[in-house]
């Protein structure tokens, strides 16, 4: 592989809906194996349920075969002419909610079809696919769309694997009242900023108030009187850079971060240090859909620690599993090799015993600032 060049992910490039800021609900992904059937048929697929329940999308794939050419009478036919066949299988999506959305919910699909392969090494050829990508918006009185998306081909594809996201649209518009004067005072260093947070020996300026509400931590330190920081309405923060700190002020202010450049490790031990849940969660949904590369990184920063979450845990391993033949070699595999050796070993195993590919992947190049 030529360096700088971009890895293999088994899968093509996901472009992405616009605007950018729209808050992304849910990630998910499902595989369905293709039948060498005549009849149309609905591989089985799981509903998508966003987060307590607020939406709820049922998703139904439709999947048309190669149907027989119709009998006709062999005089219809002349010479060594061959009645006429249908090979094109065509797969159909639609959507329906079982649980309306309060609010609009744009419904990001991509469907692709490939065969089943062995794992990659260097001189495999890339499996053959294709894709189609679709959207849907789904909203109170609007719920269910016949036909998000269609995929017709003639290769014999083994699989098709079904991509989704979900964004609240309502939530891309830009923040409003107290929460915008409030985050444009911390970043202007207003005095209504009665606190500050402490790193590099920069201080960076925040609302006791807001600090006190997203987190329990903050909370105890900045409200009860036996801490030096309710007394001092300072807090010093070791261990973590100022960009992590930056950007963990954006989240608790705005409830995103427009842009994580590669601090998403100490975000989530930011989250876990001062008990955000809610970062968890979001910067899981951004560290899902990782390139090998980055997915390698944030195994050998997190280890066996149990900030990131066994899903989430066995997601990047798969992605790193999948694409070992293009990791060897790349400084991030051999830092990760140097950390944690056992584990490297174990993923090398894994590779040696197994005949299939163990996942597909999303493409990194839509993430960077835009979720």
Request: some cysteine; aromatic content about 6%.
């Amino acid at each position: 592989m030529a360096r700088g060049s971009p890895l293999s992910t088994g899968q093509p490039n996901l472009g992405h809906p616009r605007p950018l800021t729209m808050q992304l609900l849910l990630v998910a992904e499902q595989t369905a194996l293709l039948q060498k059937v005549t009849s149309q048929y609905q591989p089985t697929l799981e509903p998508l349920i966003t987060e307590q329940g607020r939406v709820a999308i049922t998703p139904v794939l439709t999947v048309t075969p190669p149907q027989p050419a119709p009998q006709r009478s062999q005089n219809q036919y002349y010479g060594n002419a061959q009645p006429p066949t249908t090979t094109t299988t065509t797969l159909s999506l639609s959507l329906g909610c079982s649980v309306e959305p309060a609010e609009p919910v744009l419904v990001h699909c991509k469907l692709v079809v490939s065969d089943r392969r062995s794992i990659q090494t260097k001189d495999s050829k890339p499996p053959q696919t294709k894709e189609v990508e679709a959207r849907a918006i789904l909203q109170t009185g609007l719920t269910n769309v016949s036909s998000v998306g269609t995929l017709s081909f003639d290769h014999p594809f083994e699989k098709v694997t079904i991509l989704f996201r979900v964004y609240d649209i309502v939530d891309g518009r830009p923040a409003s009242g107290l929460i915008q004067r409030l985050n444009r005072a911390r970043l202007e260093g207003s005095r209504s900023c009665d606190v500050k947070l402490v790193v590099d020996g920069v201080e960076l300026d925040a609302h006791r108030a807001v600090l006190a509400e997203r987190s329990p931590v903050l909370n105890r330190m900045l409200t009860t009187g036996s801490f030096k920081e309710a007394r001092e309405g300072r807090v010093e923060v070791v261990d973590f850079p100022r960009a992590a700190i930056e950007k963990f002020l954006e989240y608790l202010y705005t409830d995103r971060v427009e842009d994580c450049d590669g601090c998403e490790v100490e975000l989530l031990q930011l989250a876990d240090k001062y008990e955000v849940p809610e970062l968890t969660d979001y910067l899981e949904k951004r560290l899902w859909t990782y390139d090998p590369l980055r997915a390698v990184e944030v195994l050998n920063a997190t280890g066996v620690s149990d900030i990131v979450s066994s899903p989430l845990r066995r997601r990047l391993t798969a992605i790193v599993v999948d694409n070992l033949a293009d990791l060897d070699g790349t400084p991030e595999w051999a830092a990760f090799r140097e950390t944690h050796p056992a584990l490297v070993d174990f993923l090398v195993g894994t590779v040696a015993r197994s005949a299939e590919s163990t996942c597909s992947m999303w493409s990194q190049d839509h993430l960077a600032g835009q979720l």
